[in-house]
């Protein structure tokens, strides 16, 4: 799609209330694939006088407009918008409007508003989709009724669906059908959905918590039937969840997932008919891991907590956006926690339970740190809730999705479990059915719990991430220990020209302090009186850009264990000596912080090694971080997803962000050096990991399954980057026998990555094994398109050898993302190779995917995004690569907005 209109910005300040209220809407869908009749038959009253009626449309053709059944003459959309003049112009005055128009589902290669996937129809109407479908208020605050009629030839369509109930379906003449769907709730037009086509599904019923029957259906194409049991089953469970963490139930009687293969993003939370990724649906052992099933529980949780959580109680405007996002992610967070602790509970006990939580969290927040921290600092930082945009579909981020769960988490972590859910009753009883803002859930959290949250409300206005530079003092005559914080954050993105003082976050800081034995010493803050049941671990308010906290009673000086299970999204910068690290990382009783303790100590040492490897000397491996990683591979007391954990070190996009000028070819020797090491130092403990945690029996993908597998398979990794014989001939036996693609997957990625005489067999194997699944396919081309480089052969040529490939094509994003991204944001030393090329490659994607798809090019178009932090020479290309799409004549908004920023 080509655009040349001008960059117009959205201000959050501009915000007005909707001039009209839509009663309720009748849409009739004749669906074509080249042309597909809409009539849209709205009952509107005027709620304010003075305005005219705007609706919104895109690529429509206008064929009929009626006022209270009285032909309009003459109308004309005026680029993206329809002014109606003949309604009235008394408030609360109602009228009912009619307009026909016809769209080209067909030749929608955008994959927003109606589109085709191998020849079904769906929809994609969030953020502003539904106003390719029909005029109208196309805008989350006005919520109504919607009565929706499909029809569809019979025989090529025989599956017709959209949100709420089915009340009516019939035959009708010249071999059509016709279905009609009501949905009682009130929704936003980016809610609504239907699907039509020949697709299949599995079906339960449940009891909900209230003793009502609920339909849950999980419709696919006829040949994945066999694949859905683990999506059912995980909404089973979703459905269980809210009921019981939360007391929210499902409303309606009927509750539908459709899997297509052509999806823009993971899944969509249209009201009662949620529309996903096939990839986080379809799932079977043979084809997906483990790491799929658990994306799957999560985002299918995601998409059903968002009934509540988006659907119910909606955004006034999409500046709110992480109102239901960052709230749901936590939602969804916690859920697989939860589920992760009660699978180790059942295999173990309460401490295995803390332990998968853990792990759980340690996940999240890898993610937060590689992803919402440098997105954070670069050219698109913006606020948790930003204050304008060019293009929405460019703030579905990191920062609103996953910087806003914390946000979320925080209000928990301060006010306590049952205060938060106090929060959420409140903010239910106050705003079901309405259209709400950040600040009214804020509101809501503050008033349940008699609290002032004002100064927490800057996490929502104020970018970037806080950096806590903390010291400590223990004074031996006094026996007090002193804790001095101060934070800072400076602006950021375009907060850097606008003048802004930054002012103190409400930061809840929680900490331990562990004595020389290892052991939580109670904690006591001067003032208070001593409790016959002191704590160990502690939430300090840390409100001031400096505070001090001195706690009583300690004897001598204690380790301080810092912002325990990550309780804000803050840099902590304090001086640990590596002898503290080691033994924070093996005493710390928040299994967070031990983690954490193995992070910085990798993070030290390989920061190190890229120091001496630009000074051209041999990387020096500390071997006290060889001599902490021993005994956790060896420490059996520890569960495997754990030390799973534990053995991932910090990836090359982190440690480049670590930097004051990143060089990703040294961060990549640095890394690889220390791999090796490690590899040939702890090969008989790994080797031992490996044997010991062979999972026999029929597949299982829970958590603690997962994590011996995960476990295993590191171990496999490490050791096949010795190039020991018995380490490959390990790697191709579990490629030959594996029983599951998580055991697969491992052997060949192994065997890829280290150029094992076996792999080009394997591939080959793999490819022919799975051509006929498209989901696997992707891991095929991705495997590869991460690979390093070997001698004369960089990556690049690979990924372009691979473009000419038969199934490969631009226009399935899954497709596109698999092979382009995957090389662009997941492998970086390849792709910031020092003669420019990968961003030439860039360059080109970005254009050619624009012209099918402006949000899928936008996404790509960010992996330059932080082009300023490089050394010159690559900072130099990056830039020309910048400019080289900046002047292209005919750019997206997506992704002129992204290109735009990053060169400002
Ligand atoms: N709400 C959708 C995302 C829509 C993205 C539009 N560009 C999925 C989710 O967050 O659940
Ligand atoms: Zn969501």
Same mark, same amino acid.
């Given at each position: 799609m080509l655009r040349t209109d001008t960059a117009v910005t959205i201000y959050r300040k501009d915000y007005t209330a909707p001039a009209f209220r839509i009663d309720e809407v009748a849409l009739e869908i004749d669906l074509v694939p080249e042309r597909t009749r809409v009539v849209n038959r709205m009952r509107m009253t005027r709620?304010?006088?003075?305005?005219p009626l705007v609706l919104a449309g895109e690529g429509l053709e206008l064929a009929g407009a009626t006022v209270d059944g009285k032909a309009l003459s003459g109308l004309q959309a005026s680029g993206d918008t329809l002014t109606i003049d003949?309604?009235?112009?008394?408030?609360?005055a109602s009228f009912t409007l009619e307009l026909t128009t016809y769209c080209n589902p067909a030749a929608?290669?955008? =994959?927003?508003?109606l589109y085709v996937s191998n020849g079904n129809f769906f929809t994609q109407c969030?953020?502003? $989709?539904?106003r390719k479908i029909t005029y109208f208020l196309?805008?989350?605050?006005v919520m109504t009724v919607y009565t929706v009629t499909l029809r569809a030839s019979k025989a090529d369509y025989p599956v017709l669906l959209s949100n709420g109930n089915l009340v009516a379906e019939r035959d009708l003449p010249d071999g059509r059908h016709e279905a009609v769907w009501h949905d009682p709730f009130k929704k936003p037009s980016y809610l609504f959905a239907l699907v039509a086509g020949k697709l299949e599904c599995i079906e339960e019923r449940i009891q909900s918590a209230s003793g009502k029957e609920k339909l849950l259906q999980v419709w696919v194409e006829a040949q994945d039937l066999g694949k859905t049991r683990h999506a059912m089953d995980s909404l089973i469970h979703s459905i269980h969840w809210d009921e019981r963490?939360?007391? =929210?139930?499902?409303?309606?009687?009927r509750f539908m997932i459709v899997a297509v293969g052509?999806?823009?993003? $993971?899944a969509m939370e249209n009201k009662g008919l949620n529309i996903f990724n096939t990839k986080y649906v379809l799932a079977n052992a043979e084809t997906a891991t483990d790491v799929d099933f658990a994306n799957i529980e999560s985002v299918v949780g995601h998409e059903y907590f968002h009934?509540?959580?988006?659907?119910?109680v909606t955004c006034?405007?999409?500046?709110?956006?992480s109102l239901k996002e960052g709230l749901t992610v936590f939602r969804d967070q916690e859920f697989s926690a939860d589920m992760a602790a009660q699978a180790a509970a059942q295999a173990g006990n309460e401490a295995a339970a803390a332990s998968a939580r853990a792990v759980k969290r340690i996940e999240d927040v890898r993610v937060l740190r590689q992803a919402q921290f440098p997105e954070d600092a670069g050219p698109m930082a913006h606020p948790v809730?930003?204050?304008?945009?060019?293009?929405?579909?460019?703030?579905?981020?990191v920062t609103v999705y996953e910087k806003g769960a914390e946000v979320v988490r925080m209000y928990q972590t301060l006010l306590g479990r049952d205060g938060f859910r106090k929060g959420m009753d409140l903010y239910f009883q106050r705003h079901d059915g309405h259209a709400v803002t950040c600040d009214d859930f804020r509101a809501a959290m503050a008033d349940a719990n008699g609290r002032d949250l004002t100064q927490f409300g800057r996490w929502y206005s104020q970018a970037g991430t806080p950096v806590v530079a903390v010291e400590g003092h223990h004074d031996a005559a006094t026996h007090t220990y002193t804790l001095t914080l101060r934070q800072r954050c400076e602006p950021v993105g375009i907060?850097?020209?606008?003048g802004i003082q930054k002012q103190p976050f409400h930061i809840p800081f929680a900490i331990g302090l562990i004595d020389k034995n290892g052991r939580d010493l109670p904690l006591r803050l001067r003032g208070e009186a001593a409790s016959p049941?002191?704590?160990t671990t502690r939430v300090l308010d840390?409100?001031?850009?400096k505070q001090t906290f001195v706690f009583e009673d300690v004897a001598e000086a204690p380790l301080p264990s810092l912002l325990r299970n990550f309780s804000a999204p803050v840099i902590v910068e304090y001086g640990y000596t590596t002898e503290q690290l080691t033994f924070q990382l093996a005493h710390d009783s928040d299994p967070f912080n031990r983690w954490e303790a193995g992070q910085r100590l990798a993070t030290d040492t390989l920061l190190r090694m890229v120091t001496d490897i630009q000074h051209g000397h041999a990387p020096a491996v500390d071997p006290a971080l060889v001599e902490a990683l021993r005994a956790v591979v060896a420490d059996?007391?520890?569960?495997p997803a754990f030390r799973e954990q534990m053995l991932i070190l910090p990836a090359e996009s982190y440690l480049a962000e670590r930097m004051d000028v990143a060089d990703p070819a040294a961060i990549h020797t640095a890394r690889r050096t220390l791999r090796r090491t490690l590899a040939e130092k702890l090969n008989a403990e790994l080797l031992r990991a490996y044997h010991y945690n062979q999972t026999e029996g029929p597949y299982s993908p829970d958590a603690v399954s997962a994590g011996k597998r995960a476990l295993k398979n590191i171990a496999l990794g490490y050791l096949v980057e010795t190039e020991a014989s018995e380490a490959l001939a390990l790697a191709e036996q579990q490629y030959a026998g594996a029983t599951n693609m998580t055991d697969r997957m491992g052997a060949l990625s192994a065997m890829v990555n280290s150029y094992a005489p076996g792999r080009e067999a394997a591939l080959a194997d793999f490819y022919t094994r799975f051509a006929d699944d498209a989901l696997v396919i992707d891991k095929w081309f991705s495997l590869q398109a991460m690979q390093p480089g070997a001698a004369g052969k960089p990556t690049l040529a690979t990924v372009r050898a691979l473009m000419a490939?038969?199934?490969?094509?631009?226009?399935?994003p899954n497709r596109a993302r698999s092979l382009i991204f995957s090389f662009c944001s997941g492998n970086p030393a390849q792709f910031h190779a020092a003669d420019g090329s990968g961003y030439a490659f860039w360059a080109e994607q970005v254009l050619a995917l624009d012209a099918i798809n402006p949000q899928v090019s936008a996404r790509l178009a960010?992996?330059?995004?932080?082009?300023?932090?490089?050394v010159p020479t690559l900072r130099d290309a990056m830039q020309d690569a910048l400019k080289r799409v900046a002047a292209h004549p005919s750019l997206s908004r997506d992704v002129r907005e992204i290109v735009g920023k990053a060169l400002a």
């Open positions: 709620t304010d006088a003075g305005k003949a309604v009235p112009a008394d408030v609360g929608n290669s955008s =994959l927003m508003g969030e953020a502003e $989709g539904f196309d805008r989350p605050d963490r939360f007391g =929210l139930e499902l409303d309606l009687d052509d999806f823009n993003m $993971g009934n509540w959580t988006g659907n119910r006034r405007d999409w500046f709110q956006l809730r930003p204050d304008s945009y060019e293009e929405i579909n460019n703030f579905y981020t907060e850097v020209n606008s049941s002191p704590v840390f409100t001031e850009t059996t007391s520890l569960d490939h038969p199934a490969f094509t631009l226009r399935n960010r992996a330059l995004d932080r082009w300023r932090k490089y």
